[in-house]
């Protein structure tokens, strides 16, 4: 595991532009530069997983280690970005649309959004929503 980046923090006021650049970041799949927007006591929720909230990743040493295994099975997960809102000083949302085959053939490909709360200048909460794609 390569060593932790230094904290990115956002801009005061918020921006879509710094938005942007966490999107860039997930694109690249280096997880050390992902993991450099994150507060260290963060709470990630995913889009799946048995709780009301799908999973509740805590953390940010947590969140590493699933990001780290997430790469692992699906190597060229992409996000598009679609379109990003920004509330007030700590809070914004981006929209995007997810793509990649998994390990096992698993084929991604959804749209959703990311709900995000800043403390510090560092995301403090991310809560991921997509689409569940069901044939008729």
Not at 86 to 108: E, H, I, Q
Request: glycine share 8%; net charge neutral.
């Amino acid at each position: 595991m390569s060593q932790a980046l230094p904290p990115t923090r956002a801009p005061s006021p918020l921006t879509k532009a710094f938005l942007d650049s966490i999107g860039a970041a997930f694109n690249s799949r280096d997880v050390e530069r992902i993991c450099s927007f994150f507060h260290d006591d963060c709470i990630f929720w995913l889009a799946l997983g048995p709780e009301h909230t799908g999973r509740s990743v805590v953390g940010k040493e947590a969140v590493r280690k699933m990001l780290t295994d997430r790469f692992k099975v699906i190597p060229d997960m992409h996000w598009a970005r679609l379109d990003e809102y920004v509330a007030g000083d700590n809070r914004g949302v981006t929209v995007w649309r997810v793509t990649g085959k998994a390990a096992d053939g698993t084929v991604l490909d959804y749209k959703g959004c990311d709900l995000y709360e800043f403390k510090d200048g560092l995301i403090w909460r991310k809560d991921t929503y997509w689409k569940i794609v069901r044939p008729d």
